[in-house]
Structure formats: structure tokens, C-alpha cells
């Protein structure tokens, strides 16, 4: 017998229906083993040497390997195609060997691009060895990730600066926080446009504006009414005379877009079926995993010459001869270092039976399948005409533009959501010819600003760290969620990115101590010398002292920074932010206002604390209406709910009292308690949460358990070490709190003096 292990259970059922008998399929479930999360496991000292091991909850895959080996004679490992993939592979063969279970068994590795029976045989029929540049470029960059989770986010939690940082979703962070910095500074510029409404026997259309008196007219030339009169009166009315003095007659084609990347199909999916980029690489994840489509981790543009043959087969079939180009169509890919997979993202079979498939798995199948055939379909055409028209006056010259598409070739298919407005209207001209009069009916005057830049929507941000070339495929949703899930940006309705309070304050503190980690040259350099290792370029220890040497400099120099230095210097980086007309006097008692740190988050705060108490929201804070109605009921946090019970803000944070009894009410706010809750809460006590069970500390074997309410708030605990928190923290995170929780030379375990 033997045995294949892949990632994922479904794919597992899909390939082992394939394979038939004598093979048996099973998943590991994605990872299998990861770095011990306690500091010194990436020994910085001893090349990077580096402690593995098996992931909680992981054990019964290894054991379901290990019983089902003892019965095969042959072990394929055929992980995804990809870095993460490689480096599964070489964590089973790892600990297999580890585990002397592999005598006498030969070992493949084996990689396929498509679930495909085709495909599946294809790879068993020609296995490799695992691919150890691949494998160590994984190595360098988990380590480097550790080295940056480890070495930085300790600093940020003990200064409440925020919950981790990243080597990549914090540079994400950073463009939201600068694009909303350039639209709070961006001041608009008034300008004018001109418009003719002209009729050529009896048939209408729009002109705009060009020249007047001899001058050129561009974007920004008209800058007031005034000058916009100034024109119109030379011009004259209300009817116009002019004449056609130029016509450029041309004809213009547009090509199909390349098939999709997993970059493109992101920004695709999310402008046109509103998807987040976390729940289009979930859906493709199932399409693959079914055999529908090619794996969907890649920035190749090509496609493979079998597929392309079907393709065109396909199109002739459907739709004619005059849409099949008369040689295939070839995307160059703009990625330099796209050698990790071998084919863009198509679906597996072109015929007319389509799979029978529902919600979003419809509908990115659809969107993938149009893409596809598209690309392979002859050029849209356009006849386009120009005409410049002039008054009789000379004073002013107008000029329109008319297009008609002629032929759809891929549009019958398919276009992209950008340019559908463009490609699904025509704007057509009258038939002119140079010297036909032109009446000019109506001229329309409008007044235009410019706009601030555009926030980053989902679509925008992985489009820019592309270009910017941040990131991989394999990354792009994972740096969309976290960077909202960690509070650091929020979406509007319309999906625009926000940088949160905490996005600014982390993004200063990081451009200030960490500047190298969020400068997107140095970003992209190390994903580029990532690309290096698994091309086998440069060396895994060069590439991993490269990275450390200038990050620990960092990091060492950020320790011995005092709290009272950083609050100034994050002060000073946001104070146009903070204080938009420049007043940041205290309404209370004049002092200076800036950021405060406390275990709720960062807050504005008055200088003169605790002679004044004075507080608001962190935001644009405009000092000279502080003192308003509106804003003291803001910042009111004293509640009166009646019958001689009130909900307040104390030192320990919100709590219920009548006067004689406190009770913690850490789960409600100003807005959310009630006197029946409040009631409830004094009469039965603090109301009692179930501990959650992070996992084990593998240091001291024991369980961490995360509680959401005591007396000081939230807090962890673990072998009675117990360490207030924001909020729930990851195991890693919790770990190393815990682990490095300094204990108090009065009180030591088990002794009391």
C-alpha cells in the first residue's frame, strides 16, 4: 500500500477517489509542528538554530501518519506547491525520521497545481525530493516573524502601545495611517470647466472647452467664476456659430485582461462581488480542494498549453471563429520572482456543463471562468472620432469625442469592473466632416475641486503592496484580517480603510523607534531576499544575519527608552492629527494637551494631571469646543439609572453602585447598562464568565486560562502567576506575559516575609 498525505481532509476524499486501491489518503490539516512560543527559540547566537514543536491539538494527525505508515510501503507527500507547503512536507519527513519510522520506506515528494486525475498521476509519476531552498525560505521567514513578534511586541504591551507588530501587516498599517494624514492636510483647489451643447442637422452632442483667446485651455486653468464669466461673455450667445476645423478619424482595439493572480482575483472579487479577501481565498480554497479550479496561491499569468487548446476549442464552439486570435494569447508576469507556481488561476475543465455549485462558490467560479476564456479571446475594436470645433469668433475651441465599439471580441464575455461604465456606453458623433457649421446651443459653466486621495479599500491596499512589492500571494488575506482584527484599521460602508486610535499611535511609535521595520524599500528588500533563498541565490544564514544585525539594533535601542520620551515623541508625530486647528490648550485650565497611555488604550489627557482631570476621546480633537454641552455629555461617564443606583468610572474601571455596595461591571458602558442589569449585578455579585483555555505553557506544562472580568479587569493566569490584560490575548502572547512577569520582591511564591 501506499500512503499520501495531504493538507487539507476534503482534498484528501477528492484525490483518494482518484488513486483507487492500494493507496490510502490522509490530511495533516494544514501544519503540524511551529517554533516553541517561549523567547530563545530562534537562537540568535548559535546560527539561528531553531526548537520545534508538535502544534496543540496536531498529535493525532502524527499519529494517524505514523499507524497508517506502519502499513504502506511508500509515503508521498504532497502538500500545497508552495513555500508554506514545502516546509509542511518537510516537517512530517522530519519528525518521521525523528521518530525511526520510515526503515525501509521510500519517501517522494509530490506537487500538483490542479486536482485533477489527470494531475494527481501525473505528479505520482514524477516525484522529486523536497525542495530545501523553498524550505529554507520558510526558515527565514518564520524566523524572522518570531524575532520581530518576540523581540517588539513585549514592548508595545508593557507601554499599552498595542497588541503585537508584524514585519508586513505593519507597513499595511502605515499606508492607512499616511493616506489618512495626506487627506486631513489636503487642502481643495477650486476650477472650471466648460461644456457646449452643440447640434449638427438636428442631432446633439457635448464639446468641452480647449482653448480660448489663444490660450490653451488644461484642467486647472479656469480658476474662479470670475475668469469662467470673463470667457463666456467673449464667447457670446445665446446661439453660437461655429465651424468642424480638425476631424481624427482612428481605430483603436483593447486586450482581455491576463487570467487571474491570487492578487487580481482579490481586487476583482472584492470590487465586483464585494468579497474581503479572507473570504475569497476561502471560497477558491474549497473550488480547488474540489478539483474545480488550479491551485489559487500564485502570481504567474500563464497558463498551460493543454488548457489554453481547450480553451480556444471552446470558444470557436461558442462563439465563432472571428473570437479565437489567431495564435494564443501570452501575459508576461509582472512579478520578477513569480516561480513558485507554474500556472495562473483557471478552472480545471472547459465544456459547457458547468459545476452545479451555489452562493459564493458559484460565484467566484463564474468570475474565475470568465476571466479565463476571456483572456484567450480576440481584441474588443473601437472606431473613434475627434472633432475640434470652432466659434465663428475664434475665440474659443471646443473638442468631441465619439466611440463606437465595432466588434465585442472578449467583451462578449467578460470586463473588468473598472472600465465597465466605459466599455458598456458608447458615445457616438454625427457624421462631421471638416467645415460643417456647428450651432452651439447652450454653454454650461461647472465648478469642480479637487479631491483628496482615496482611502484604501481592501482591493486598493493589496494592489499597492504589489506594486510595492510587499507581501506574497499567500499573504494578502491574512495581512487584510489581521490588521483588522488587532484593531489597528476599520472599514465604513463603503469598505474604506480607517486608521483606528491604536493604528496611529502604533504606526507613530514603530516610525519612530522602528523605522527600518515600516519603510516599504526595506519591506520590500527582504521579501525580495526571501524570493533570493528559495531561488537558491543567497544563503539561508546570510540572508537571516542580514535582517537581525540593524532589527536588533533596533530593538535594543528601543528598551532603554523612557515611557515619558515615547509619549512625546508619538505627541509630536500626531499633533496635527489630534489638534486639526492647531489649539491644544486644556478648556479646563489651560495646560497643553496630548496622548496618554493606560491599559484601556491611549487617550488625550491634560499636562496638569492630577490637578485636572481633564479627558476625551482620542481623535481630531478641537481644544475650543471641549467645553460644549455636546462633548461634556460625551465625556460624562457617571450615569444616574434611579432608585438610588448609579453606573460610574472608578480607578479599577466601570462599576454599579447604590451607595453602600461597588459591584465591577467591566462588560457594560455609559450607553449599554441598565438599572435592571445594575440591579441584578449588586443583588447576585460580579456576574460570573467561564475562563477561556488559551493552552499550555510549555515551560511550566501548565494550562493558561484568560479571564474576562476581576477585580482589576481582564487578566490571564496560569500556576497562580496571574497578569492584567486588554483584552484576550493569542497563546504566544500570553505565554510570553506570563513567563516574564517580574515577581514582587515582597511577595515570592509559596513565601510570605
Not at 513 to 524: E, H, I, Q, R
Not at 696 to 704: A, E
Request: proline fraction near 4%; charge should be neutral.
Amino acid at each position: 500500500m501506499n500512503l499520501l498525505i495531504v493538507e487539507s481532509p476534503s482534498k484528501a476524499k477528492t484525490i483518494e477517489k482518484y488513486l483507487g486501491a492500494g493507496w490510502r489518503v490522509i490530511a495533516s490539516v494544514g501544519h503540524v509542528r511551529d517554533l516553541v512560543p517561549e523567547n530563545g527559540s530562534v537562537d540568535t547566537e548559535h546560527d539561528f538554530a531553531m526548537r520545534w514543536q508538535i502544534m496543540p491539538g496536531k498529535e493525532k494527525q502524527i499519529k494517524q501518519i505514523i499507524s497508517e505508515l506502519k502499513k504502506a510501503d511508500a509515503v508521498y507527500l504532497a502538500s500545497d506547491p508552495d513555500r508554506e507547503g514545502e516546509a509542511i512536507a518537510w516537517h512530517i519527513l522530519d519528525i518521521l525520521n525523528d521518530k525511526h519510522v520510515l526503515d525501509g520506506k521510500k519517501v517522494y515528494r509530490v506537487a500538483f497545481h490542479e486536482i485533477t486525475k489527470k494531475a494527481v498521476l501525473d505528479a505520482i509519476a514524477h516525484p522529486r525530493e523536497i525542495d530545501q531552498d523553498l524550505v529554507d525560505a520558510y526558515l527565514v521567514r518564520r524566523a524572522l516573524d518570531y524575532l520581530i513578534g518576540f523581540g517588539i511586541s513585549p514592548l508595545l504591551w508593557r507601554r499599552n502601545l498595542g497588541r503585537s507588530a508584524g514585519r508586513v501587516q505593519s507597513v499595511a498599517v502605515k499606508l492607512v495611517v499616511d493616506r489618512e494624514r495626506e487627506i486631513e492636510k489636503f487642502k481643495p483647489v477650486e476650477y472650471w470647466s466648460l461644456t457646449a451643447k452643440c447640434n449638427h442637422d438636428g442631432a446633439s452632442f457635448d464639446a468641452q472647452l480647449i482653448m480660448a483667446d489663444n490660450k490653451k485651455i488644461e484642467k486647472m486653468t479656469i480658476e474662479n467664476n470670475a475668469y469662467m464669466h470673463e470667457i463666456m461673455e467673449k464667447i457670446g450667445k445665446p446661439v453660437i456659430n461655429a465651424n468642424v476645423i480638425s476631424i481624427d478619424r482612428r481605430k483603436t482595439s483593447r486586450r482581455a485582461a491576463a487570467p487571474f493572480t491570487t492578487s487580481t482575483l482579490q481586487q476583482e472579487a472584492s470590487r465586483k462581488l464585494y468579497f474581503s479577501s479572507r473570504r475569497t481565498m476561502s471560497t477558491a480554497q474549497k473550488l480547488y480542494e474540489q478539483g474545480l479550479i488550479t491551485y489559487m496561491r500564485t502570481d504567474a499569468t500563464n497558463l498551460a498549453a493543454d488548457a489554453v487548446n481547450e480553451i480556444r476549442t471552446y470558444i470557436g464552439k461558442n462563439y465563432g471563429d472571428a473570437f479565437v486570435p489567431k495564435s494564443p494569447n501570452v501575459y508576461v508576469t509582472k512579478s520578477k520572482n513569480a516561480q513558485e507556481a507554474h500556472e495562473a488561476i483557471r478552472p480545471t475543465h472547459f465544456d459547457s456543463n458547468k459545476p452545479m455549485l451555489s452562493g459564493d462558490e458559484e460565484k467566484l467560479y463564474d468570475l474565475i471562468w470568465k476571466r479565463t476564456i476571456a483572456c484567450q479571446m480576440t481584441n474588443a475594436e473601437f472606431d473613434s472620432v475627434a472633432a475640434d470645433i470652432e466659434t465663428d469668433n475664434h475665440v474659443a475651441t471646443f473638442h468631441a469625442v465619439g466611440t463606437t465599439r465595432t466588434f465585442d471580441g472578449f467583451m462578449r464575455v467578460y470586463t473588468e469592473d473598472r472600465d465597465d461604465a466605459d466599455d458598456n456606453t458608447d458615445t457616438k458623433l454625427p457624421p462631421l466632416n471638416i467645415d460643417d457649421k456647428i450651432s452651439i446651443t447652450e454653454l454650461l459653466p461647472e465648478q469642480h475641486f479637487t479631491q483628496p486621495p482615496a482611502r484604501y479599500t481592501e482591493a486598493s491596499l493589496v494592489k499597492k503592496l504589489e506594486e510595492l512589492g510587499i507581501g506574497r500571494p499567500s499573504t494578502y488575506a491574512t495581512i487584510m484580517s489581521t490588521i483588522v482584527d488587532r484593531k489597528y484599521v476599520e472599514q465604513d460602508k463603503q469598505r474604506r480603510f480607517h486608521p483606528t486610535p491604536g493604528g496611529w499611535v502604533i504606526s507613530a511609535y514603530l516610525s519612530k523607534y522602528f523605522n527600518d521595520l515600516v519603510d516599504v524599500n526595506f519591506t520590500a528588500k527582504t521579501e525580495d531576499t526571501l524570493d533570493d533563498v528559495s531561488n537558491g541565490k543567497q544563503n539561508k544564514l546570510d540572508a537571516l544575519r542580514a535582517f537581525w544585525k540593524p532589527t536588533s539594533q533596533m530593538i535594543d535601542g528601543a528598551h532603554g527608552v523612557k515611557t515619558t520620551e515615547i509619549i512625546n515623541a508619538i505627541n509630536e508625530i500626531m499633533h496635527d492629527h489630534l489638534f486639526a486647528n492647531g489649539d491644544d490648550k486644556c478648556p479646563k485650565c489651560g495646560g497643553k494637551l496630548g496622548i496618554k497611555l493606560s491599559k484601556y488604550g491611549a487617550f488625550i489627557g491634560c499636562e496638569n494631571y492630577p490637578q485636572c482631570d481633564y479627558t476625551a476621546r482620542l481623535g481630531n480633537i478641537d481644544a475650543s469646543q471641549s467645553g460644549t454641552d455636546d462633548t461634556e455629555k460625551k465625556r460624562n461617564t457617571d450615569v444616574d439609572l434611579g432608585d438610588g443606583i448609579s453606573f460610574r468610572i472608578g480607578r479599577f474601571g466601570p462599576y454599579v453602585t447604590n451607595g453602600v455596595k461597588n459591584t465591577p461591571a467591566k462588560q457594560y458602558t455609559a450607553e449599554t447598562i441598565t438599572l435592571d442589569i445594575a440591579r441584578d449585578l449588586l443583588e447576585n455579585g460580579t456576574q460570573k464568565v467561564e475562563p477561556v483555555n488559551l493552552g499550555i505553557n510549555p515551560v511550566t506544562g501548565k494550562p493558561i486560562f484568560y479571564y474576562s472580568t476581576g477585580r482589576y479587569g481582564a487578566y490571564i493566569s496560569s500556576n497562580r502567576v496571574n497578569v492584567s490584560v486588554n483584552e484576550q490575548p493569542s497563546l504566544d502572547a500570553a505565554i510570553d506575559l506570563i513567563n516574564n512577569k517580574k515577581t514582587s520582591p515582597r511577595f515570592k511564591r509559596g513565601t510570605r516575609k
